[in-house]
């Protein structure tokens, strides 16, 4: 499971700049204050170089919203080798506390997974039909992945009988309420809740 951070590497060209410039204003001013001629000063460009690539402000969203999407489908993506035990642990790890490779358990700040622009773009979906259809795709796909992962444990017999497809609509709906309250809440106990969920996987899906 990849931990690495969205655009964590220079942009190899200026379309990629403009996407990586998009996801820093969104991580330091949010979705309201969003704007061309914020993200081209960010990127170091005219707003007319950003317009040569997007017609738009939704048109460099759904972009940039592609390029999330796909990012946060490789960060959960799992081995289909891996013991399904441990592929849902790591999972609900990665969610509950992100710690990236190295850093410390517990990590503050520096070790939070970048999910606010993710959640930020979520929200829009409420009222955008364009990023609600992208949202349904990723959540599909999440749970496609999630059943695969319980259904595996079945057969091999690790896990208990259950339907795959509502196990797996559970446990993501779990993992999308963490997301939102890291996100959202100086408040939220990511060891304790990881832990209670671990422990609610140990009583009704392990054997």
Same mark, same amino acid.
């Given at each position: 499971?990849?931990?690495?951070?969205?655009?964590?590497?220079?942009?190899?060209?200026?379309?990629?700049?403009?996407?990586?410039?998009?996801?820093?204003?969104?991580?330091?001013?949010?979705?309201?204050?969003?704007?061309?001629?914020?993200?081209?000063?960010?990127?170091?460009?005219?707003?007319?170089?950003?317009?040569?690539?997007?017609?738009?402000?939704?048109?460099?969203?759904?972009?940039?919203?592609?390029?999330?999407?796909?990012?946060?489908?490789?960060?959960?993506?799992?081995?289909?080798?891996? $013991? =399904?035990? &441990?592929?849902?642990?790591?999972?609900?790890?990665?969610?509950?506390?992100? !710690?990236?490779?190295? #850093?410390? +358990?517990?990590?503050?700040?520096?070790?939070?997974?970048?999910?606010?622009?993710?959640?930020?773009?979520?929200?829009?979906?409420?009222?955008?039909?364009?990023?609600?259809?992208?949202?349904?795709?990723?959540?599909?796909?999440?749970?496609?992945?999630?059943?695969?992962?319980?259904?595996?444990?079945?057969?091999?017999?690790?896990?208990?009988?259950? $339907? =795959?497809? &509502?196990?797996?609509?559970?446990?993501?709906?779990?993992?999308?309420?963490? !997301?939102?309250?890291? #996100?959202? +809440?100086?408040?939220?106990?990511?060891?304790?809740?990881?832990?209670?969920?671990?422990?609610?996987?140990?009583?009704?899906?392990?054997?």
């Amino acid at each position: 499971m990849s931990r690495d951070r969205p655009f964590a590497a220079e942009p190899e060209d200026t379309d990629r700049a403009i996407l990586k410039a998009t996801y820093e204003v969104l991580g330091e001013h949010g979705y309201s204050r969003l704007s061309v001629g914020r993200i081209a000063t960010q990127a170091d460009l005219s707003k007319s170089s950003v317009y040569h690539f997007y017609d738009d402000k939704e048109d460099l969203l759904v972009a940039f919203l592609d390029v999330m999407l796909e990012w946060f489908q490789g960060r959960f993506a799992g081995d289909p080798d891996e $013991d =399904p035990s &441990r592929s849902l642990s790591e999972q609900v790890e990665d969610v509950f506390l992100g !710690v990236p490779p190295g #850093a410390p +358990s517990g990590g503050g700040q520096d070790t939070q997974p970048p999910f606010g622009p993710f959640i930020e773009l979520r929200a829009q979906a409420i009222t955008n039909p364009t990023f609600r259809e992208r949202f349904d795709r990723l959540d599909g796909l999440f749970e496609t992945q999630l059943a695969a992962i319980i259904e595996r444990g079945i057969e091999e017999e690790s896990f208990r009988e259950v $339907d =795959p497809d &509502r196990g797996a609509a559970m446990l993501l709906t779990m993992l999308m309420g963490a !997301v939102l309250r890291r #996100a959202t +809440s100086e408040g939220f106990d990511g060891e304790l809740i990881h832990r209670a969920v671990e422990q609610m996987l140990d009583r009704y899906l392990r054997v």
